[in-house]
């Protein structure tokens, strides 16, 4: 364990191997569950689409791709 600031709002948190705090990690799961939902019932929208529809932030959305 270590402690670590939060990637996205700059806390320091106890962490093993998390990068985002217990709120923010919140957080990402919402907009991660708003863009499946949408990707489920569009699958061929593109980027920009699932950006505007979701209103998730594109950094957001690249990263749940890259998962």
């Not at 061929?44 to 959305?61: C, F, K, M, N």
Request: with cysteine; glycine share 2%; hydrophobic share 35%.
């Amino acid at each position: 364990m270590s402690l670590c600031n939060c990637l996205k709002c700059g806390r320091v948190f106890i962490s093993k191997w998390e990068t985002r705090c217990t709120s923010c990690l919140q957080l990402v799961l919402v907009d991660s569950n708003k863009v499946k939902e949408f990707v489920r019932t569009n699958p061929r929208a593109t980027l920009i689409e699932v950006y505007h529809q979701t209103g998730v932030s594109l950094q957001t959305i690249k990263e749940l791709m890259r998962a």
